[in-house]
């Protein structure tokens, strides 16, 4: 029996690809793809291609191909054949392949499965209107062009775009995550595949490149299940000409959805994976929400590694429905994977945030580093993102002249902080046991207050906020004159 996936090849022959356009922030969405891509490539022990479509290349700049390279790097999503890693199909940035695109563009005008179209889109429109047709796109007035109104066209100096000519047939495919979806003739025009100045358009360059490099299965966003129709009769005409092996298999990932039910689109804010960067998220914990966008690894389970994904995974199980990107989940989803990664790992990927708040300097130096290594277990298991440990740990590392107290201390909280000067302004001994002794003796015994009314307080006045890491840690890391000098400053 063939698989129901794999039909009769070999997993490891299975070779999937992401292809990016270059255009700056890779979408949430996109990162998406490129994870199931690399889930299904390494499950089944594949090649994941990944190409650049950079054939527009007023939008694509070489800023965008290094932030997509960066981005799969910080990611850890690593591909088989591409740039960087070379490989039997190159070149894979796709304004490299400009002459294969003309010479099989001539090739299928040449073997008459696409023509040179002359009309204006208002002459579309308006033969559209005169014949009351509800068909949208082109209605196949080139397919066969009378010779005398194409020497008066010629004449008059238009340049044609290259038309594929669509068979009469209904299209229909099983896809691997929505079953059999079928297009109608009628919903699917003749499309062109390259411009009037001749540059070649996506609907050409996706799927010959598809074909050329010999991918298995595209596994793809449902925006894109549109472009699919086209694409399979332009995969078989391929095969014809002796490129490729005819269609892949396809899987159209669920819409993911912002907010009011929307698609979440380029413009919306959150919808990049920039700022998941900048905002101090783990790779880990972004690629674990991010398959969750359609796919679990089990109904009681929703943390896991990329390595558990890929072993688990399974397209068949991706749900077709489409699923909303939840910035509260991708919240908890970070936070437990912040929980899963070791002290010294963490130290170290909150360095590059200290150095960007310029709290510490680059590289750090090495009393910086001393104090940060003492200060990490007080923080290791409170911050849910990286860059909190800028707000956490702001104040050990602040210049005395910078630091600013945020949260307001009333006027009894003075009181608080007058006697919590006194009580430690003669410890002999700087550390967390003398320093929580002598303030618990003086405000909890002596004042007779709450610890909370106690601490609040003290805790303002030496790290400048409600919310920090344990006060008397703090204290000890802080030091004697740093923590008296703010406890003095508070009362001024
Ligand atoms: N360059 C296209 C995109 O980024 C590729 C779409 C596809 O996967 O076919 O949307
Ligand atoms: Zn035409």
Not at 27 to 39: K, T
Not at 93 to 98: C, D, L
Not at 410 to 429: H, M
Not at 439 to 465: H, I, Y
Request: aromatic fraction near 8%; charge should be negative.
């Amino acid at each position: 029996m063939t698989d129901p996936v794999l039909g009769d090849l070999q997993p490891s022959e299975v070779r999937v690809r992401f292809p990016p356009s270059p255009t700056g922030n890779l979408h949430v969405g996109n990162v998406r793809s490129a994870l199931f891509n690399w889930a299904f490539a390494r499950h089944h022990g594949g090649t994941l291609v990944l190409r650049i479509e950079d054939t527009d290349l007023a939008r694509n700049t070489l800023e965008g191909y290094r932030s997509i390279i960066d981005s799969l790097h910080w990611l850890g999503i690593d591909w088989d054949e591409g740039p960087e890693v070379g490989g039997d199909h190159g070149p894979y940035r796709q304004s490299e392949r400009f002459p294969i695109y003309a010479e099989v563009a001539q090739a299928l005008r040449e073997e008459q499965a696409a023509y040179d179209c002359y009309c204006t889109t208002e002459e579309v429109d308006a033969r559209r209107k005169a014949s009351g047709s509800k068909n949208q796109g082109y209605d196949g007035f080139c397919r066969d062009l009378d010779p005398d109104r194409l020497a008066v066209w010629q004449a008059e100096g238009r340049t044609p775009v290259l038309r594929f000519r669509m068979p009469e047939e209904p299209i229909v495919f099983d896809d691997l995550v929505r079953g059999e979806v079928t297009f109608l003739p009628e919903h699917v025009p003749d499309f062109a595949i390259l411009r009037a100045n001749g540059d070649p358009l996506y609907t050409l360059v996706n799927p010959l490149d598809d074909a050329m490099m010999g991918i298995t299965h595209v596994l793809r966003g449902e925006d894109l299940l549109s472009s699919t129709p086209r694409q399979i009769p332009l995969y078989r005409t391929l095969q014809r000409l002796g490129v490729g092996n005819g269609p892949p298999r396809f899987g159209h990932l669920p819409m993911v959805m912002g907010e009011g039910n929307r698609k979440l689109s380029k413009r919306d804010p959150g919808s990049g994976l920039l700022d998941y960067v900048d905002r101090g998220f783990l790779p880990e914990g972004l690629l674990n929400y991010l398959a969750l966008l359609g796919w679990g690894i089990a109904e009681d389970r929703d943390v896991f590694t990329m390595q558990e994904m890929a072993e688990a995974f399974d397209i068949r199980r991706v749900n077709p429905s489409p699923a909303r990107f939840d910035v509260k989940k991708l919240e908890a989803i970070n936070s437990a994977h912040m929980r899963r990664i070791s002290l010294p790992d963490m130290t170290e990927r909150v360095i590059p945030f200290l150095v960007e708040a310029e709290l510490v300097d680059e590289p750090i130096t090495s009393d910086q580093r001393s104090l940060l290594d003492a200060a990490m277990p007080l923080v290791h298991e409170r911050i849910n993102t990286l860059s909190e440990s800028v707000s956490m740990l702001g104040f050990l590392f602040v210049d005395e002249q910078a630091f600013a107290v945020t949260d307001e201390i009333d006027d009894a909280g003075r009181d608080v902080v007058r006697a919590s000067y006194d009580a430690l302004a003669d410890l002999d001994d700087w550390s967390t046991s003398t320093i929580e002794a002598a303030l618990r003796e003086t405000l909890v015994d002596g004042m007779g207050l709450k610890p909370r009314n106690a601490f609040g307080p003290v805790r303002v006045a030496v790290t400048g906020s409600r919310i920090s890491p344990p006060l008397f840690e703090s204290l000890e890391l802080l030091g004697r004159e740093r923590s008296l000098g703010r406890l003095q400053a508070a009362l001024a």
